[in-house]
């Protein structure tokens, strides 16, 4: 009959021989270079709205990525300044 105690799993951890960097614990992203990035997209996005479209539809798909873009950016500014308050 199996127990209901919780055993941990062993052999979970990153080796360092495998990723150098678990070692020292850098695992992390490139939040500066990614709201970069997204900025520069969403600019891109505004800028192929200059052309000749014979309709509006790709007019909103444009606009709709970049603003969405630029949302995005914005959450994650906003989320990483009040990260450290809760």
Do not use: C, Q, Y
Not at 65 to 83: E, K, Q, W, Y
């Amino acid at each position: 009959m199996a127990g209901k105690a919780v055993e941990k799993r062993t052999g979970t951890e990153v080796d360092p021989r495998d990723e150098p960097s678990a070692e020292w614990g850098w695992h992390g992203s490139f939040p500066k270079a990614t709201r970069i990035g997204a900025v520069v997209a969403a600019v891109i996005m505004f800028l192929m709205l200059i052309g000749n479209h014979p309709n509006r539809t790709e007019d909103v798909v444009l606009i709709s990525i970049g603003v969405g873009l630029l949302l995005g950016v914005l959450f994650d500014v906003r989320r990483s300044r009040t990260a450290w308050r809760r």
